[in-house]
């Protein structure tokens, strides 16, 4: 198991409604990624977070945001949620600099209803 | 943008057998491609291909990169029912500016692996 830890492992939300997704970084590693993984797809790009910044984002519209903590560890809030929002959301983590592979947390399966 | 294909979407094999997955990409500015295992929920990191490292192996499975030809293979043989799971490619490109640890996968191969 890597050291990247997430929570909650499951969450039901109604539509309309908010939601905020945490992660643990693996110890030593300073930058955060999260990636959204649809049913039979692969993880998509969200947003990653270096030095407490965002610093990245794909193509994913502004109600979803995110922060990071002074010790690495990230949030990712989705607001006004979707149908379309449920999947499992990944977070991973990476040290900079470096040549270092992500290691992902075990996910979080957000189901929207 | 960048894009990652992977063939074949699922296989279905029985123990003993050897597998060929197989990625194709087009990304700017190529810094690595890597191959990651899913079972669950959690991707496991398998290798990590460069342009100074374009052949890796560890046990039964294995990997090659050809950079010309922008494509690469995950190899596994003597299959076991614990390789069922998901393989995931994806590619990175060069540090600088926002693109440094962005991963963009492909859609994944399904392994099946019958007793």
């Known amino acids: 198991e890597t050291g990247v830890t997430q929570s909650p492992t499951h969450l039901i939300k109604t539509r309309g409604q908010q939601v905020t997704l945490r992660c643990s970084s693996q110890s030593g590693h300073n930058t955060v990624s999260w990636y959204q993984q649809a049913l039979g797809q692969g993880p998509q790009f969200i947003f990653q977070?270096?030095?407490?910044?965002?610093?990245g984002r794909g193509n994913f519209p502004p109600r979803f945001s995110g922060l990071q903590f002074p010790n690495y560890s990230s949030e990712l809030n989705v607001n006004a949620l979707e149908l379309d929002d449920s999947a499992l959301y990944l977070c991973?983590?990476?040290?900079?600099?470096?040549?270092?592979?992500?290691?992902f947390g075990q996910g979080t399966r957000l189901t929207v209803v | 943008e960048d894009k990652v294909v992977q063939s074949p979407l699922s296989l279905v094999v029985h123990e003993g057998d050897t597998v060929t997955l197989n990625c194709s990409y087009e990304v700017t500015n190529f810094r690595s491609l890597l191959w990651y295992k899913q079972e669950k929920k959690a991707p496991t990191f398998l290798f990590m291909l460069?342009?100074?490292?374009i052949e890796k192996k560890s046990g039964r499975l294995s990997s090659i990169l050809d950079k010309k030809e922008l494509f690469s293979i995950l190899n596994i043989t003597a299959t076991q029912t614990g390789d069922s799971a998901i393989y995931l490619c994806a590619v990175e490109r060069h540090a600088g500016g926002t693109s440094y640890g962005k991963l963009t996968f492909g859609q994944g191969t399904i392994l099946t692996v019958h007793p």
């Open positions: 460069t342009s100074s490292g």
């Open positions: 977070y270096y030095r407490e910044e965002e610093n």
């Open positions: 991973a983590s990476i040290q900079r600099p470096g040549n270092t592979e992500a290691f």
